[in-house]
């Protein structure tokens, strides 16, 4: 599986941004997908996950209600639309996949979890 992030740029606080992740591969729609970010000099921390079928979506709390992830798996496309940015939320956007099991809910919160990694996208959000 290949995986490329892209539709990061720069935006005002309080403005929106669509992240896309495009996979390769036939058994994409098989496996969960995370987005994760990383700002500098901090961890890569969770941001949001979906199941293989696009019906179970989780998200860490300080997006919870601002940002919203989907997939069509017909096109091999997953994305994060970002709404009410803040500053905060500035940092290298990162898609992944969990191939290590199929048709599952969710792979959880941790970077480890997750085998396969776009070269991610950076989202840079002005006060």
């Known amino acids: 599986v290949q995986l490329q992030a892209s539709g990061g740029g720069l935006v005002q606080a309080g403005g929106s941004l669509r992240l896309s992740c495009a996979a390769s591969?036939?058994?994409?729609?098989?496996?969960?997908v995370g987005w994760f970010r990383q700002a500098p000099g901090k961890e890569r921390e969770f941001v949001a996950d979906?199941?293989?079928?696009?019906?179970?979506?989780y998200y860490a709390d300080s997006v919870k209600g601002r940002f919203t992830i989907s997939r069509d798996n017909a096109k091999n496309m997953v994305y994060l639309q970002m709404n009410s940015l803040k500053a905060e939320d500035t940092a290298v956007y990162y898609c992944?996949?969990?191939?290590?099991?199929?048709?599952?809910?969710?792979?959880?919160?941790?970077?480890?979890?997750?085998?396969?990694w776009g070269q991610g996208t950076q989202v840079t959000v002005s006060s």
């Open positions: 992944a996949a969990d191939t290590k099991i199929y048709y599952g809910e969710s792979s959880g919160s941790r970077p480890y979890a997750y085998d396969y």
């Open positions: 591969g036939r058994t994409f729609s098989s496996y969960t």
């Open positions: 979906i199941s293989w079928s696009g019906k179970s979506t």
